[in-house]
Nanobody, 115 residues
């Protein structure tokens, strides 16, 4: 059974930094893509950042230049370094991975940015 376990959320003041980490277990192959989604209250879940097994990255426009995604393919782990955080970054952040046949999700970790 595949499980994604996140860590690193919390409360931070605007302008601060947080690092989210996610480790997958129960899957012996490399995920084609790993990344992070977020969902703020009353809004749809949106893709924040993703990285392919080959190292290609994709970021939503609002986080470009502030967030950096990285992954360890050998460990099926992915991290998100979030700098210059803004109140509008407040959301539940979900680790996500896919092997193109199925999507896998973590349980979510709360990130709250105070103004």
């Amino acid at each position: 059974q595949v499980q994604l376990v996140e860590s690193g959320g919390g409360l931070v003041q605007a302008g601060g930094s947080l690092r989210l980490s996610c480790a997958a277990s129960g899957y012996i192959f490399r995920f084609n893509v790993m990344g992070w989604y977020r969902q703020a209250p009353g809004k749809e879940r949106e893709l924040v950042a993703a990285m392919t097994v080959g190292g290609n990255t994709n970021y939503t426009d609002s986080v470009k230049g502030r967030f950096t995604i990285s992954r360890d393919n050998a460990k099926n782990a992915v991290s998100l370094q979030m700098n210059s955080l803004k109140p509008e970054d407040t959301a539940v952040y979900y680790c996500w991975s896919t092997n193109w046949l199925k999507n896998y999700w973590g349980q979510g970790t709360q990130v709250t940015v105070s103004s």
